[in-house]
């Protein structure tokens, strides 16, 4: 069965600092994965997905994910954070028609 | 393209009423998917449809819930006899017919409050 287990329920950085949120996955087939977006009281937004072609994916906003094999990691990373990055994210990993999701990393950004 | 809709977007009750939301997908997606999420938590996937077939239903879609797409167009999902465990964000997700792998586009979502 597959599943998504989200590292640090809630990261703090500073304006223009590195942004590194963290995701391993457990699936039994080649996995296709995620990283969603959340701002307050609204729905998901897709940031990025992994299809197993390269395995750098770039997405919106300048953020990107690495999918790591060996590691069992899709780590979500923006080199530099933005005031308007705070939102809360989540990794998702497709399980046929469903995806499921991580339990999220709220980011916040300080100026 | 306008992206999905859901209404309401808020929705408070008193347990033991029947509610029902509404979700309307992009444009031309032939599958359409419910989901729940509760305060903390990522989303949990409920039911899928694919066209008007409902294809796959989850087992923490229990007896009182029910969902419809007639047509394969708009869905709407209600919840019987409502429960305070009932209260949270369903969310509605679309993705299109050739799409893939399942890359699923999320509307807003109503907002449950069960007193």
């Known amino acids: 069965a597959q599943s998504v287990t989200q590292l640090g329920s809630h990261v703090s950085v500073s304006e223009g600092a590195l942004v590194l949120l963290r995701c391993n996955y457990s699936s039994s087939v080649p996995p296709y994965l995620f990283w969603y977006v959340q701002y307050p009281n609204q729905g998901l937004q897709l940031l990025l997905k992994y299809t197993s072609a390269a395995t750098l994916v770039k997405g919106i906003n300048g953020f990107e994910a690495e999918f790591k094999k060996s590691e069992t990691s899709f780590h979500l990373t923006k080199p530099s954070a933005h005031m308007s990055d705070a939102a809360e994210y989540f990794c998702?990993?497709?399980?046929?028609?469903?995806?499921?999701f991580g339990k999220g990393t709220t980011l916040s950004v300080s100026s | 393209d306008t992206g999905v809709s859901q209404n309401p977007r808020h929705k408070i009750t008193k347990r033991g009423q029947n509610v029902t939301f509404r979700c309307d997908p992009i444009?031309?997606?032939?599958?359409l998917y419910w989901y729940r999420q509760t305060l903390g938590q990522g989303p949990e996937f409920l039911t899928y449809?694919?066209?008007?077939?409902?294809?796959?239903k989850s087992r923490l879609l229990s007896d009182r819930f029910s969902a419809e797409r007639p047509k394969g167009s708009f869905s709407t999902l209600e919840i019987q006899r409502t429960e305070q465990g009932d209260s949270a964000m369903y969310l509605c997700?679309?993705?299109?017919?050739?799409?893939?792998?399942?890359?699923?586009?999320f509307g807003p979502g109503t907002r449950l409050t069960v007193t």
């Open positions: 449809f694919q066209n008007e077939a409902q294809l796959e």
């Open positions: 444009s031309e997606h032939n599958r």
């Open positions: 997700a679309s993705s299109p017919r050739d799409g893939g792998p399942y890359e699923q586009y």
């Open positions: 998702a990993v497709s399980a046929g028609t469903a995806l499921i």
